[in-house]
């Protein structure tokens, strides 16, 4: 699926089974808790925190589909087409950093 394709599948279903979006301000703070879920887990499962029990059933990957849902949600809202703003990024990115990290020592 395309970025486009999802920020579609995204509208479709908020409008029919979500039955309108959250306002901006309640999905950033939703992006917010999401994002919290993603760092929770990477700290237990590449960090030096340990799984509780209750952690037992955790699921990066659903996690991580939670925070792009929700950031697909603030797209649709706010009128940003995330394919074209991805694009512009990364050409932002690889004008800045044409040769930043090649010469980063810390990255060798």
Known sequence: M???EAQEI???WINSTGVRYFNELTNTAMLMEE???VARIMARQYGEQSFKKSDKEV???D???????VLIC???QTGIDLTDALQKNLEKK???DADRHQQN???R
């Open 2 to 4: 395309t970025i486009k």
């Open 10 to 12: 995204v509208d479709k």
């Open 35 to 37: 994002v919290g879920e």
């Open 59 to 61: 699921n990066l990957g």
């Open 63 to 69: 996690e991580m589909a939670d925070v792009l849902f």
């Open 74 to 76: 603030l797209a649709n």
């Open 94 to 96: 690889s004008i800045r």
């Open 105 to 107: 020592e810390k990255l």
